[in-house]
């Protein structure tokens, strides 16, 4: 106060106060070695995860998104092998619609789907049921009920072609043996989609026994004994115990294995031998996957090919739309 009183007197001005700090307005970056440092660890958490996603996506729209929508811009071109496109909108589902042998194809679709999975699967479930019991030798019977997966398609088409020979198979010969005349495995319509059904089954059964065995695994003892001492015999423990604790995993197995008929291609293709991309002679055995494979490469109608994958691809879209509705009723059941 005395100096400013007295450089008041003198005439001189009193010194400037010093500025006053600025108001706090938000955080200051640090700046230094700590700075670099937390905003390249900002950058790591929120970029890596992205990074790692990254091939799948890239490789998904290249083989993947890409086939899909540059198979369905197909379907509505009128398409040669090595010549242009040309428009035609829905005109190739329209004559798939009037095709005996796109009708033919898909009703032979579902028959053989039919006769290979429900007996497929139902064997799996008496296998399962087998194998969960403590029996000597179980980890042999698993491994030997999974070989048939994990053999070739192509080696055991040819092997069962030889047993349903019509000439010299060893099935024909068995029948002969009971009174049963010999049978025309590959000409008749019947006989050639069990043939394949057969081969299809021998293959995956093994398979879904071990899907089922893993689930019946899971389900709790408890619920045994408790029926164990209600005097439930082991067929009704089977009946009602093992059944409704792994209903979720048979809709499973029924829609991987519907889908995996849809999509059959290997086997009757080879057990036809030369005429089996047509399905037999008389397209007995023809599948869509053939009819498919026969129009695109064969007679090179790759529009006619195109839309024949999106009818298949619609039909895939139907059975995981019943496998969903099926779930959540099955959910809500087991809720109530």
Excluded: C
């Excluded at 497929?120 to 019991?133: E, S, T, V």
């Excluded at 403590?134 to 070739?152: D, H, Q, W």
């Excluded at 398609?153 to 010969?173: C, K, P, R, S």
């Excluded at 029924?254 to 089996?276: D, H, K, R, Y």
């Amino acid at each position: 106060m005395a100096t400013s009183v007295r450089a008041t007197q003198d005439g001189t001005p009193p010194p400037a106060a010093p500025p006053s700090p600025p108001a706090p307005h938000g955080r200051r970056r640090r700046s230094g070695p700590g700075g670099w440092r937390s905003t390249l660890y900002r950058w790591d958490v929120k970029a890596i995860p992205y990074v790692f996603i990254t091939p799948f996506f890239l490789t998904f729209a290249a083989f993947g998104l890409f086939p899909l929508i540059y198979t369905g811009w197909l379907s509505l071109n009128r398409v040669e092998l090595g010549g242009t496109p040309e428009w035609k909108g829905l005109e190739n589902y329209t004559d798939l619609a009037t095709s005996e042998f796109f009708w033919n194809a898909l009703l032979n679709t579902f028959t053989i789907g039919v006769i290979s999975t429900v007996p497929q699967l139902l064997m799996a479930l008496g296998l399962a049921h087998l194998l969960n019991y403590k029996l000597r030798g179980r980890g042999f019977f698993r491994v030997a009920i999974l070989a048939p997966y994990a053999t070739s398609i192509a080696a055991a088409t040819l092997v069962f072609a030889q047993l349903f020979n019509t000439d010299y198979g060893m099935i024909n010969g068995v029948l002969d043996w009971v009174g049963i005349g010999p049978v025309d495995w590959k000409n008749s319509k019947w006989p050639a989609q069990i043939a394949i059904s057969v081969i299809v089954t021998w293959r995956w059964t093994g398979y879904n026994a071990l899907i089922y065995l893993a689930a019946m695994q899971a389900v709790p003892q408890d619920l045994y004994e408790a029926a164990s001492l209600d005097g439930a015999s082991r067929w009704r423990q089977f009946i009602s115990v093992t059944i409704p604790s792994i209903r979720p995993t048979i809709f499973f197995t029924i829609i991987v294995s519907t889908i995996g008929a849809t999509q059959l291609f290997g086997e009757p293709m080879l057990f036809g031998g030369s005429v089996g991309i047509s399905g037999g002679s008389g397209h007995q055995f023809q599948t869509l996957s053939l009819l498919m494979y026969e129009k695109g490469w064969i007679t090179g109608a790759l529009g006619s090919a195109s839309a024949i994958a999106w009818v298949m691809l619609a039909l895939l879209l139907l059975i995981g739309g019943i496998q969903a509705l099926l779930s959540r009723r099955n959910r809500k059941k087991l809720g109530d």
